[in-house]
């Protein structure tokens, strides 16, 4: 929930085009992994749904990274966080599917 409440408040300082292009997947693609982790949450087989939060989070990171290149963000401290809120889901991401295996 963080990382998604964390690139609303970033996109808002986006330049128009990026704004509405790239912000938008941020966007969507965040809502989309917190609804799959609480879906993760009240199911008994994860799994599927754990590799397709996994590729979602490779989405976001490749999007993360084309917004440094074409200089989005507003500070270098706000690709630093996104890099590290992000960071985080991965691993738990990752810890979560080894436990279920």
Known sequence: MDLCVYFEKIIRHFDKHHKYIIGADLRRLSIKAVMLII?????????????????????????????????????FKSFEVSVRLLGNMI???QGWIKSQK
């Open 91 to 93: 691993r738990q991401c």
């Open 39 to 75: 879906k993760a949450n009240n199911v008994k087989n994860k799994l599927s749904l754990l590799f397709e939060l996994k590729d979602i989070l490779e989405e976001i990171s490749i999007l993360i990274r084309i917004c440094k290149e074409v200089k989005a963000f507003h500070s």
